[in-house]
């Protein structure tokens, strides 16, 4: 909590510097659906953006899916499209892999469109290392609203982490195969 207390100088000063990268938006329209955001908005302009979703456990072997040979595989063709460029990877970063994914795309400043649950309100702030990667411009974080209220999946209600979950890789893939313009309503 002091370091936090000794760092909020340097961050307000970073704020003012970049504000195309530490943009902070309660309300973001990306199709039908609204959005609290915070980081570089122009992520999804990108041409490409490539989803990350990873089971807990391979449907076949049931081993974590972050262990097995198809989680190489897609990993390595996730990487491949990052270092080619103009690709975005778009996660919510729930399940092991997606973590893996997530974390390797903030800690190289590949860039990254990161779902959240959490809401992002006016006094909402990211952690250290998302802001970090926020000052690079190379992450946006956008946290759906009405997340509970998006339908139940499999009969597990809504409000359920299970669900929230599952409609957080629905978003993810609904950021994908937009191609329209992002509204920023405020």
């Known amino acids: 909590m002091i370091a936090y207390v000794h760092d909020n100088p340097r961050r307000a000063q970073l704020r003012r510097l970049l504000p195309d990268y530490l943009h902070r ?3 973001v329209q990306i199709g039908g ?8 908005l122009f992520l999804l302009r990108w041409p490409r953006k490539v989803q990350v979703m990873c089971h807990r456990r391979h449907p076949i072997t049931r081993q974590p899916y972050e262990t097995t040979a198809d989680y190489a595989s897609n990993r390595s063709q996730w990487e491949a499209a990052i270092i080619e460029g103009a690709t975005v990877i778009v996660t919510p970063g729930i399940s092991n892999g ?5 974390n390797e795309c903030i800690d190289h400043g590949y860039p990254l469109i990161h779902l959240q649950a959490t809401p992002i309100d006016q006094y909402w702030k990211p952690e250290k290392k998302r802001f970090e990667a926020c000052a690079r ?3 946006l974080i956008l946290a759906p609203w009405d997340l509970n209220t998006m339908g139940d999946v499999g009969n597990v209600p ?6 929230r979950f599952h409609n957080l890789n629905t978003v993810a893939a609904e950021i994908c195969a937009f191609k329209g313009e992002a509204k920023i309503m405020r």
């Open 25 to 27: 938006c309660l309300h």
């Open 33 to 40: 659906r609204s959005y609290g955001a915070f980081g570089n």
């Open 98 to 102: 997606e973590k893996l994914m997530k």
């Open 137 to 139: 411009g190379a992450l």
């Open 158 to 163: 809504s409000d359920s982490d299970y669900s």
